[in-house]
């Protein structure tokens, strides 16, 4: 389960973005700025839907042979 903090930080992570995309659409048009921060928002947002996505532990793997 998530602590309420990163809960907190990802909601105002997720309203920068948007904030950004908005004053890069609406504010003053900057296509290119715009694409990128859509870009990143909906990477970002497919990755935090799908939890395949997620990475299940993180090892150091192995050495693939032995010297």
């Known amino acids: 389960m998530k602590k309420p903090w990163q809960i907190i930080a990802n909601v105002i992570l997720y309203g920068f973005l948007l904030w950004l995309l908005y004053d890069s659409t ?3 048009w900057d296509p290119w700025f715009a694409f990128v921060v859509a870009f990143v928002l909906v990477l970002a947002l497919t990755i935090s839907v799908i939890p395949a996505l997620h990475a299940q532990r993180v090892s150091p793997g ?3 042979y032995d010297d």
Request: charged share 35%; aromatic share 16%; proline share 17%.
């Open 26 to 28: 609406i504010r003053e």
């Open 62 to 64: 192995q050495y693939p």
